[in-house]
């Protein structure tokens, strides 16, 4: 069986999209999967697009997402495990291969253009752009689908042609498009598609500032370097019939093509690339975390089928599990809720060390932490913070928030501290109990467990008249985690003073 080789080939255009990392993903996939190659190539020879460092910026969030490719552009220096997110590392050649850039492999392209015009399968086109510009304007004015009207194929002599090249005209080069014929393909995730030729302009391959077009420069590279399957966005289908007919003009076989789904909106309008987080960059930094992104990513259009309903998968699992065939048809709704939720799924199945580790550099962003005194700040304390949280937390740039309590201190209104309708008598008793039940347990005791059965124990059946006045007094918020977990994190001290602190305001 022929070697699988894939490609992610981005264009530098700004920041990975989401969806790109989705496409880099199923490539990724699909490769290890099938013990194939996985290479990355930067497409950058719209230069009206380009984006001065998003190549970095790209790889970064490549590296960082776990998606290490076998060829292509390399980085400086070990970002393996994504820590120098911060500084983008300089991008250097290594190895036999790479780096992929398209800019850097301009002659090739105009080689293989003038090879077809030799062919007689492309043209030279010296039409000047106020020409085209008015035939545009005339077609649409008849309702017509702009397309070029082959004048340098059907009016300009070889003589002419010889001439204007002489004379350093500027020209394009067209691929001369058959009429009338169906360009059909077998997609591997859409089935059967077909085109009729007519519908398809004669595209140009390369531009008048000597760069090659999309079209031109993805089959020339596809197929040197080798590749077999395409797997790129529902948004690419529209060239594939174009890139069809390069491949049989080269007289090269065409890979096989599979396109994945669009991503919606909820309410299913196109994910624009404009509107806001859509960058991998902006949930890096809200603190999502990369298996769950990749999670996410993964069931944007795909799972495992047969009545499967697992929803959490771990990159090992998803490449035994992945297969082209599965990936839908329709459209992927890009759901944010979603998202917070296998976020939340892997934050509860953290350990505290990591918990830590990915949270500190978020506490450090907030008022609430940095105005805390000293004790509240340090490793342990953050870690019990966690402890508690993480049962409630969807991404790290959520930390403390909802329980800002652990870092300040509480006032609260007296009649906060009410449950029910007990009378202050009774919440004043309620406090006190409290007190006396959590000063007899030691330090050495003060877990989480100990708390809850001693105060269980005191409350009897009466749970709201005790936790409730006692919770409200350590936290001064209606809701909050069980008074349990805040004392422990709290410690024995600073339990006692917040409940002598409500005890003040009888
Ligand atoms: N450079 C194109 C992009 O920006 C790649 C399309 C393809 O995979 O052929 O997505």
């Given at each position: 069986?022929?070697?699988?080789?894939?490609?992610?080939?981005?264009?530098?255009?700004?920041?990975?999209?989401?969806?790109?990392?989705?496409?880099?993903?199923?490539n990724?996939?699909?490769?290890?999967?099938?013990?194939?190659?996985?290479f990355?190539?930067?497409?950058?020879?719209?230069?009206?697009?380009?984006?001065?460092?998003?190549?970095?910026?790209?790889?970064?969030?490549?590296?960082?997402?776990?998606?290490?490719?076998?060829?292509?552009?390399?980085?400086?220096?070990?970002?393996?495990?994504?820590?120098?997110?911060?500084?983008y590392?300089?991008?250097?050649?290594?190895g036999?291969?790479?780096?992929?850039?398209?800019?850097?492999?301009?002659?090739?392209?105009?080689?293989?253009?003038?090879?077809?015009?030799?062919?007689?399968?492309?043209?030279?086109?010296?039409c000047?752009?106020?020409?085209?510009?008015?035939?545009?304007?005339?077609?649409?004015?008849?309702?017509?689908?702009?397309?070029?009207?082959?004048?340098?194929?059907?009016?300009?002599?070889?003589?002419?042609?010889?001439?204007?090249?002489?004379?350093?005209?500027?020209?394009?080069?067209?691929?001369?498009?058959?009429?009338?014929?169906?360009?059909?393909?077998?997609?591997?995730?859409?089935g059967?598609?077909?085109?009729?030729?007519?519908?398809?302009?004669?595209?140009?391959?390369?531009?008048?500032?000597?760069?090659?077009?999309?079209?031109?420069?993805?089959?020339?590279?596809?197929?040197l370097?080798?590749?077999?399957?395409?797997?790129?966005?529902?948004?690419?289908?529209?060239?594939?019939?174009?890139?069809?007919?390069?491949?049989?003009?080269?007289?090269?076989?065409?890979?096989?093509?599979?396109?994945?789904?669009?991503?919606?909106?909820p309410?299913?309008s196109?994910?624009?690339?404009?509107?806001?987080?859509?960058?991998?960059?902006d949930?890096?930094?809200?603190?999502?975390?990369?298996?769950?992104?990749?999670?996410?990513?993964a069931?944007?259009?795909?799972?495992?089928?047969?009545?499967?309903?697992?929803?959490?998968?771990?990159?090992d699992?998803?490449?035994?599990?992945?297969?082209?065939?599965?990936?839908?048809?329709?459209?992927?709704?890009?759901?944010?809720?979603?998202?917070?939720?296998?976020?939340?799924?892997?934050?509860?199945?953290?350990?505290a060390?990591?918990?830590?580790?990915?949270a500190?550099?978020?506490?450090?962003?907030k008022?609430?932490?940095?105005?805390?005194?000293?004790?509240?700040?340090?490793?342990?304390?953050?870690?019990?913070?966690?402890?508690?949280?993480?049962?409630?937390?969807?991404?790290?740039?959520?930390?403390?928030?909802?329980?800002?309590?652990?870092?300040?201190?509480?006032?609260?209104?007296?009649?906060?501290?009410?449950?029910?309708?007990?009378t202050?008598?009774?919440?004043?008793?309620?406090?006190?109990?409290?007190?006396?039940?959590?000063?007899?347990?030691?330090?050495?005791?003060w877990?989480?467990e100990?708390?809850?059965?001693?105060?269980?124990?005191?409350?009897?059946?009466?749970?709201?008249?005790?936790?409730?006045?006692?919770?409200?007094?350590?936290?001064?918020?209606?809701?909050?985690?069980?008074?349990?977990?805040?004392?422990?994190?709290?410690?024995?001290?600073?339990?006692?003073?917040?409940?002598?602190?409500?005890?003040?305001?009888?």
């Amino acid at each position: 069986m022929e070697k699988i080789r894939v490609r992610f080939a981005p264009s530098p255009t700004g920041y990975l999209h989401i969806g790109g990392l989705r496409t880099a993903l199923y490539n990724y996939l699909f490769a290890k999967k099938n013990g194939g190659t996985f290479f990355l190539r930067i497409e950058d020879t719209d230069r009206k697009r380009y984006v001065e460092g998003s190549v970095e910026k790209l790889i970064q969030s490549l590296v960082w997402a776990g998606l290490k490719y076998d060829e292509g552009v390399y980085l400086k220096g070990s970002v393996a495990d994504g820590k120098e997110l911060k500084n983008y590392p300089a991008i250097v050649e290594v190895g036999d291969h790479g780096p992929y850039v398209q800019s850097e492999r301009l002659d090739l392209y105009k080689k293989y253009a003038e090879e077809l015009v030799a062919k007689k399968m492309a043209y030279y086109c010296f039409c000047e752009p106020e020409r085209l510009e008015k035939l545009r304007e005339q077609q649409t004015k008849d309702k017509q689908a702009p397309m070029y009207d082959k004048y340098c194929l059907l009016s300009v002599s070889e003589a002419e042609i010889n001439k204007n090249l002489k004379t350093n005209c500027p020209y394009t080069i067209r691929l001369k498009v058959p009429s009338d014929e169906v360009i059909g393909f077998d997609d591997l995730i859409r089935g059967k598609v077909s085109i009729n030729s007519n519908t398809i302009d004669d595209q140009v391959l390369i531009k008048s500032d000597g760069f090659p077009t999309y079209h031109l420069a993805s089959v020339v590279d596809d197929h040197l370097m080798e590749t077999t399957h395409v797997i790129r966005g529902e948004e690419w289908l529209p060239s594939t019939p174009k890139h069809i007919l390069l491949y049989r003009a080269f007289g090269w076989q065409a890979p096989q093509f599979a396109h994945i789904p669009l991503l919606l909106n909820p309410d299913k309008s196109k994910l624009s690339k404009r509107q806001g987080d859509v960058a991998v960059e902006d949930y890096i930094n809200k603190g999502y975390l990369k298996e769950a992104i990749i999670n996410f990513v993964a069931l944007l259009g795909w799972n495992p089928g047969e009545g499967s309903t697992q929803e959490i998968f771990s990159m090992d699992e998803l490449v035994e599990k992945f297969e082209l065939a599965k990936v839908h048809k329709a459209g992927a709704v890009f759901d944010l809720k979603k998202l917070d939720w296998i976020n939340g799924q892997y934050i509860k199945k953290m350990a505290a060390d990591g918990l830590y580790e990915n949270a500190l550099p978020f506490f450090e962003k907030k008022d609430f932490f940095t105005q805390a005194s000293v004790d509240k700040k340090n490793e342990e304390y953050l870690k019990k913070v966690l402890t508690v949280e993480k049962e409630r937390l969807a991404k790290f740039s959520d930390v403390g928030e909802e329980n800002r309590f652990f870092f300040q201190n509480t006032v609260c209104e007296k009649e906060m501290l009410r449950w029910k309708k007990i009378t202050d008598e009774e919440v004043q008793k309620s406090l006190e109990t409290s007190q006396k039940v959590l000063a007899e347990i030691a330090e050495k005791d003060w877990t989480k467990e100990n708390l809850e059965a001693k105060l269980l124990e005191a409350a009897g059946d009466k749970r709201g008249d005790l936790l409730w006045p006692l919770r409200v007094a350590l936290t001064g918020a209606q809701k909050s985690p069980s008074p349990f977990e805040v004392a422990w994190v709290l410690g024995k001290n600073e339990t006692s003073r917040r409940i002598s602190q409500a005890l003040k305001l009888f």
